[in-house]
């Protein structure tokens, strides 16, 4: 069938919104039409060219959310006129990981996925009989998706397509930082560093667990308002000097969790110098640059201090993502101020501007 989608053409320049090819779903795999996607910071990352393993062509796009239209062979989790979300880190169920609670990172489809093949190894996307790579395993920037079915959340079909789309990334690894990573405990005082989709998501996390205090820390003031919507009790503007500012609203001691949501291995740094002596968990979901390292003084883990990374929160896709959603639709967790911008397929460029000058917190792309 034919379809638009934003193509990747050269790094570094813009998107190209054009008609396509996209082959029906093979045994295994699910067509999907996309009803919203948002733009995300991985994205840019990779049409800027600074991703060393990025390749072009190929539809980005991996926050998606959409209504499954067609199933291939032998698919039995998903049936045309599902509601499913994207997922960029896939859940099959049956592989070394996916059988263990401690981590979420399915082993099954890996290496095709970073290749932006599907799992046999082919593409369904063509343009002129050339082949045009998938981005995460999803390319929800496109009217039409292709996936496979470990790679689908199935949600309660109530939830608005523009709200449901943000847990396909960001907010999705800023709760599960929260809940599963670091498993909050009800009563404890808590530091966010970031106040972004994913820092967002952190907070409103800490304060599903119960946290007693929770600290974020950004550098722009009207982030740190979203924050206290989200339920932060206490406002920080970083930079030099917050770790210092943390131990004396914590009795000299630091929070019990912090979490590190920028990006920034400086940031990283003084989230863990800013957790408690004895049991303080640091909790790492930003990405850092290729090649940039974490300096540590190894003293601060023998007293007791331990540092986490987290991948999509280390939240189990087909398993989680609907109770997530679930929680959003009983009304714990307030979605609507995360969407600034709604765009068409055809301003995706705009979408990523609006990121570049930090205008809002997601931008998301719908299509009528
Ligand atoms: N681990 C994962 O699975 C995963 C998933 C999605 C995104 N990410 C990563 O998480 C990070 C955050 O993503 P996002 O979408 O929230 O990004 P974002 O750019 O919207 O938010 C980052 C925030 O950090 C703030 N910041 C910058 N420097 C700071 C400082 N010195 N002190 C305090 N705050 C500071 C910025 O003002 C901004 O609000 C990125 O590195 C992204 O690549 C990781
Ligand atoms: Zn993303
Ligand atoms: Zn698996």
Redesign the pocket.
């Known amino acids: 069938m034919k379809m638009r989608a934003a193509v990747l053409e050269r790094f570094g320049e813009p998107l190209v919104v054009q008609e396509v090819e996209l082959a029906e779903p093979r045994a295994g795999e699910v067509l999907v039409r996309l009803a919203a996607c948002g733009v ?3 994205d840019l ?1 990779t049409a800027s060219g600074a991703d060393p393993s990025g390749y072009a062509p190929a539809v980005l796009g991996h926050e998606g959310a959409g209504v499954v239209e067609k199933v291939g062979e032998g698919v039995g989790s998903v049936a045309p006129g599902d509601h499913v979300v994207t997922l960029f ?1 896939p859940q099959c169920r049956e592989c070394i990981h996916c059988r263990d609670e401690r981590t979420n990172l399915c082993l099954a489809i890996r290496e095709e996925q970073n290749q932006g093949h599907l799992p046999d190894g082919t593409t369904r996307i063509s343009r002129d009989g050339e082949d045009v790579r998938h981005f995460m395993g999803c390319s929800t920037f496109a009217e039409y998706t292709v996936m496979p079915e470990i790679a689908l959340a199935k949600i309660n079909p109530e939830a608005p397509f523009e709200h449901a789309c943000l847990f396909a ?2 907010l999705s ?2 709760l599960g930082a929260a809940i599963n990573t670091a498993a909050v405990r009800a009563g404890s005082t808590c530091a966010i ?8 998501g952190a907070v409103a996390g800490c304060r599903l667990q119960g946290a007693e205090r929770i600290i974020c ?4 003031p009207e ?1 740190l308002e979203l924050a206290r919507g989200q339920g932060a009790t206490d406002l920080l503007e ?2 030099e000097g ?1 770790v210092e500012r943390i131990l004396e609203m914590t009795d000299g001691f630091g929070a019990d969790y912090t979490f590190e ?4 291995v ?2 990283m740094r ?1 989230a863990l110098e800013a957790a408690r002596m004895g049991w303080g968990l640091c909790t790492v ?3 850092a640059g290729k090649g940039e390292t974490l300096d540590v003084v190894p003293r601060l883990l023998i007293t007791g201090r331990r540092l986490a ?5 280390g939240v189990k896709g087909r398993d989680q993502v609907p109770v997530l959603i679930d929680r959003y639709l009983d009304g714990e967790i307030d979605v609507a101020p995360f969407l600034s911008h709604r765009i068409a397929l055809d301003e995706v460029n705009r979408g990523f501007e609006l ?1 570049e000058a ?1 205008d809002g ?1 997601r931008s998301v792309i719908e299509h009528s």
């Open positions: 995300c910071h991985t990352y880190s990334c960001g690894t800023g560093f970031g106040a972004g989709m994913v820092g967002l820390v950004d550098l722009s982030r970083g930079g917050t949501a920028t990006g920034s400086a940031v003084q979901a930003g990405v990374g987290s991948s999509f929160g990121m930090q917190i």
